[in-house]
């Protein structure tokens, strides 16, 4: 009994010895800090690891390695944190047995990318999970900024570790390759040992996209297709020593039979594995001789045909040849992935970002995204935009001024920006924000009654919704609508930035289709009007085109100081200067200055020298309403005037003058 009794023992002793043991790293608390034998930082302030040394807990060794910042841990208002920052790391390491798995619990997940030397790695939310067996398992931080780390939670076994999946001997037995560019030489059905790193440019499902970089910095692609046992990290580098066959499928090569993929050694940055730009070239993409198959690439401004049952549809581009004569290219693709497809616009142009394929000698591209164009900035439209040129306006837009007149249905609308981020980089080598004007231009709406009309009546349109043909940019820039822009609801209309204009001092700068205020004396001489100074000295010599109704109410003002609300157009382009750019504008004191323009008053938003307004009518009140009802001290800032009369010395009626 006493022997039963002392085997019994012996046997729960080894059982407790092979039970896997626990660590706990805590970062989180002071408690914790002070537990693994660091220093306690103080508020805003830092401990770093790598100058306080190794730590060990619980026979588990914590060593750290400084990155672009040196791993630390950080004490903001007593919120304390383990921060690794970009290519830092941490290393948990055991003199016996082995590491069996690691958790790490994220104090903050926004930058929370991590990768392991050795064994499997991934995360989920704020939780990191590590397995495998080793000896030291070293845990680099990758992404941006900083990874902040609450906890590691370190299973250890006393087991030692199994074989290091990071050390994948040569085959001497199969084939050796260095670059994907001599893969096509391979017969088909050779076993090969890669000897060269590769990073992974995209992965989908069994589809793993990779790209080599060779020592003059060309760029080879190539597609394995099978399952690697691994899930890589877009720019995950992967270690050579991977094992494949040289296959084609339809006409397009690939490597197949994957084996001995190790984990990531590091991941680069967006530069290596964004998409080649191709915009304007898709010409060249379709051409199976220019040998684009596997590569991604990005390209704007196409349009598409919709996607049929099969996944099938056509990439168009309009695009010059060699010799600069207009063509229209086009590539065959099909929505391999099963991606969200936007329902097809024929007016619209996108943006797709796809793998580039081959399917019996036929060039595909397999759509990663499909995006709507975003549209061109108004102030780019104006001063880069080409008259022709089919353009969305990728603004908040607002109407100021709807006018339906034998010049047609305008509707004029401004983007209301007092600054612009203007990017010079490529030519000057910086990019800048800028204070900038208002810039104005005309929605013409042809002869559609059902456009204006909802115009005139909208106040904010959609950005990405006003669409049409930019014409008679160096005068009075018009965009032709071929669609009904989008009204853009519950939201309310700003103080209107328009410019006011003293004609009595002979002061005018508008640019063409500008909405604004003019303001001066209004005089008839020989049977023509202009605005001037007060003693009719300087005469204005401006065109003026008057709504009838508006001409006949400032007749009966002769001499009186006004402000008026006007669209101001420019009769002809302004010459060139000297360095060959065009003008928009010219100097008050040229002798022609005036006279290139043409003033359309809409609406009288000032008249000083009125006190009635009809026989036994007198003015009360005079306010200035902006299209959502809100009152403006400053008649500028709004193009509704509301007018307050008494006529019969009790009753108040009110006159509104509409846009």
């Not at 060699?322 to 391999?336: H, L, Q, R, T």
């Not at 397999?366 to 104006?382: A, E, F, N």
């Not at 490529?426 to 104005?440: I, Q, R």
Request: glycine content about 8%; aromatic content about 10%; charged content about 20%.
């Amino acid at each position: 009994m006493k022997r039963f009794f002392s085997i019994l023992l012996m046997a729960l002793g080894a059982f407790s010895v092979l039970q896997a043991a626990v660590v706990t790293f805590d970062f989180s608390t002071a408690q914790g800090i002070t537990a693994m034998g660091y220093a306690v930082p103080e508020q805003s302030a830092a401990t770093n690891l790598s100058q306080a040394g190794p730590v060990t807990v619980g026979g588990v060794t914590l060593t750290a390695a400084d990155g672009a910042t040196p791993t630390r841990i950080w004490n903001s208002q007593g919120s304390y944190t383990l921060r690794i920052y970009v290519d830092g790391s941490v290393t948990l390491s055991v003199a016996e047995g082995s590491i069996t798995a690691i958790t790490v619990n994220a104090a903050n997940t926004s930058n929370f990318d991590l990768i392991a030397n050795v064994g499997d790695y991934s995360s989920a939310g704020a939780v990191g999970s590590w397995t495998g067996s080793a000896s030291a398992v070293t845990l680099t931080h990758v992404g941006s900024k900083n990874a902040q780390v609450a906890q590691l939670v370190v299973t250890t076994s006393t087991e030692g570790p199994g074989d290091d999946p990071g050390v994948d001997p040569v085959d001497p037995n199969i084939e050796k390759l260095d670059s994907l560019n001599h893969l096509a030489a391979l017969a088909d059905g050779t076993e090969f040992q890669f000897t060269s790193d590769v990073y992974v440019n995209y992965q989908w499902q069994n589809n793993l996209w990779v790209m080599q970089l060779d020592s003059e910095g060309n760029a080879f692609a190539g597609l394995i297709y099978g399952n690697t046992g691994k899930e890589y990290s877009m720019g995950s580098v992967i270690p050579a020593g991977w094992t494949g066959k040289k296959a084609t499928y339809k006409g397009l090569v690939e490597i197949t039979d994957p084996a001995r993929f190790q984990n990531a050694k590091n991941i680069l940055d967006e530069d290596y594995y964004s998409p080649f730009d191709v915009t304007g070239y898709l010409g060249y993409i379709a051409d199976p001789a220019e040998g684009w198959e596997n590569y991604k690439v990005f390209a704007e401004g196409v349009r598409l045909s919709a996607i049929d049952d099969h996944g099938n549809f056509t990439v168009m581009s309009s695009e010059t040849d060699d010799d600069g004569n207009p063509v229209e290219a086009s590539i065959a693709g099909y929505n391999k992935f099963g991606i969200d497809y936007p329902e097809v616009d024929p007016s619209e142009v996108y943006g797709i970002e796809a793998m580039v394929t081959s399917y019996n000698g036929t060039m595909q591209l397999y759509p990663i995204t499909i995006s709507s164009d975003p549209g061109t900035r108004l102030w780019k439209v104006l001063y880069e935009g080409e008259d022709g040129t089919q353009y969305k306006l990728n603004d908040t837009l607002y109407v100021a001024a709807a006018v339906d007149s034998d010049k047609g249905k305008l509707v004029f609308v401004t983007d209301n920006v007092d600054q612009i981020y203007y990017d010079t980089y490529a030519d000057w080598g910086y990019a800048e924000w800028m204070a900038w004007y208002p810039d104005w231009i005309a929605l013409d709406c042809g002869d559609n009654d059902e456009i204006y009309n909802a115009l005139a009546e909208a106040e904010v349109l959609q950005p990405g919704t006003v669409k049409g043909q930019l014409v008679d940019k160096q005068t009075n820039p018009r965009l032709v609508l071929n669609s009904v822009p989008q009204s853009l609801l519950d939201v309310e209309l700003p103080t209107l930035t328009m410019f006011q204009y003293d004609l009595s001092n002979d002061y005018l700068t508008a640019l063409g289709h500008e909405v604004g205020r003019a303001d001066g004396y209004f005089f008839y001489r020989d049977g023509v009007p202009y605005l001037c100074s007060e003693q009719d000295t300087v005469v204005v010599k401006l065109d003026f085109d008057f709504a009838p109704q508006l001409e006949a109410e400032m007749a009966a003002k002769v001499g009186f100081n006004y402000g008026l609300l006007c669209v101001f157009t420019l009769n002809e382009p302004w010459q060139e200067n000297v360095s060959g750019a065009a003008l928009r504008r010219i100097h008050a004191t040229d002798d022609d200055y005036f006279t290139n323009y043409t003033i359309h008053p809409l609406a009288v938003i000032s008249c000083a020298a009125v006190d009635e307004v009809g026989v036994d009518t007198q003015v009360v009140d005079v306010k200035y309403v902006n299209p959502s009802g809100i009152v403006s001290p400053m008649p500028q800032d709004g193009v509704n005037i509301v007018i307050t009369t008494r006529s019969d010395g009790s009753r108040t009626t009110t006159k509104r003058l509409n846009k």
